[in-house]
């Protein structure tokens, strides 16, 4: 696989990111071990976590150290923390999982976004020890805030990280779920401090875009603004979410996907229909299709692969051996 700088920084990591979600919850230890495995031999090396992930899969029987968990197993198991560029995120856990369910096991939705841990300098203090205990290293090499905290101002925040590199614990800094208005102001409180600024924007971002009206809660789908920002800044930037659950190529989820009502326009329709016809005549599935379209964009995007089987990852991966000519890059826009 690819290697790709992480924006200005001389970091170099594979041009897909693992995304870990699943990982010891959805996905056994057993098949997770496999596909950490594969990943690595194909010479891929970045892992995206978090220290909530993946609470709310089941009906309660997980609280979200999970997959931050597995990693530490396998990183120990395989003593092979060197090959691998790790990075976790902090602020979403929630306070309590264990009160988020109805009697049924349920979750209630609606509460989740007031539940999180958020991200005062007390809570980041905690919460990297945690992840560090879990992760089984003593350092992590990107280390995010997961949702924007309206609560805390983000010089507590930024404060905070800054004196974790300086300790060794991160080695660089991420956003993710943030506003580019929130971004600036992030930018301009480093300039100011003389501190040292987010090299990465971690956001949803697929071929089809949010209707303009679409509430979106904490989700902020990366735009032309956006990117403006993280190219001009020298950032590097995170696709989460590339295939929006899967729908491409796929009608059924699409309709089952809870957030279609975001996405359904008849560009959207336009676009789905774009895909699935060049990846049939390509021989090569819609969601491959829209991962190998996003490998190649300008400003870079690494996108973070997103699965809950081995036939799902192993399908998405082999999207870096698809090679789209400009001509494909035209037809399918952005
Ligand atoms: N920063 C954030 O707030 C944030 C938010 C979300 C995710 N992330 C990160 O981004 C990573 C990827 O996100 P995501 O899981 O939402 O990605 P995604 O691209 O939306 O894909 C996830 C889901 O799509 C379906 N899918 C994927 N590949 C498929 C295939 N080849 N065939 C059929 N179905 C397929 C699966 O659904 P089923 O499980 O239903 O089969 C899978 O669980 C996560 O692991 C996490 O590391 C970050």
């Known amino acids: 696989m690819k290697q790709v700088y992480l924006g200005n920084s001389m970091e170099k990591v594979s041009e897909f990111c693992l995304g870990c979600m699943l990982l010891g919850t959805s996905v056994d230890k057993n098949v997770s071990f496999q596909i950490l495995d594969h990943f ?8 995206d976590t978090a220290n909530c992930y993946a609470w709310w899969v089941g009906t309660g029987e997980y609280i979200g ?4 968990n597995i ?9 092979n923390r060197d090959k691998i560029f ?3 995120k902090v602020g ?7 009160t988020i369910r109805d009697a049924n096991g349920a979750t209630e939705w609606d509460r989740v976004t007031k539940e999180y841990e958020g991200l005062s300098a007390a809570t980041i203090r905690r919460e990297v020890e945690h992840s560090l205990r879990r992760l089984k290293t003593d350092y992590i090499d990107l280390y995010y805030t997961h949702v924007f905290d309206n609560n805390i101002p983000q010089e507590e925040t930024l404060d905070t990280l800054n004196s974790l590199i300086k300790e060794g614990k991160v080695r660089y800094i991420g956003a993710s779920n943030i506003s580019t208005n929130q971004l600036m102001e992030a930018k301009n409180i480093c300039d100011i401090k003389h501190l040292t600024p987010y090299l990465v924007l971690q956001q949803e971002f697929s071929y089809l875009h949010p209707n303009k009206d679409a509430d979106q809660g904490i989700t902020r ?6 990117f403006d920002f993280v190219e001009k800044n ?23 996907y809870y957030n279609w009502s975001h996405f359904s326009s008849e560009e959207s329709f336009r676009k789905l229909k774009l895909v699935d016809d060049l990846a049939a005549d390509l021989g090569i599935t819609a969601r491959q299709l829209v991962l190998a379209w996003m490998l190649k964009l300008k400003p870079a995007i690494i996108p973070i692969l997103g699965f809950s089987r081995m036939d799902q990852y192993l399908e998405n991966i082999s999207a870096s051996d698809i090679k789209l000519t400009e001509e494909h890059m035209a037809l399918l826009g952005r």
Do not use: C, V, W
């Not at 194909?42 to 892992?47: D, E, I, K, M, T």
């Not at 659950?245 to 309709?255: L, P, S």
């Open 71 to 79: 990693l530490g197993q396998y990183i120990k198991e395989r003593g």
């Open 92 to 98: 979403a856990r929630l306070k309590d999982p264990y």
């Open 221 to 226: 789908h990366a735009d032309e603004e956006m």
């Open 234 to 256: 020298g950032m590097a930037f995170l696709a989460y979410s590339p295939l929006l659950k899967g729908i491409y190529g796929d009608y059924e989820r699409k309709n089952n």
């Open 86 to 88: 790790l990075a976790t």
């Open 65 to 68: 150290d999970e997959s931050e």
């Open 40 to 47: 690595l031999d194909l010479g891929g090396n970045f892992l």
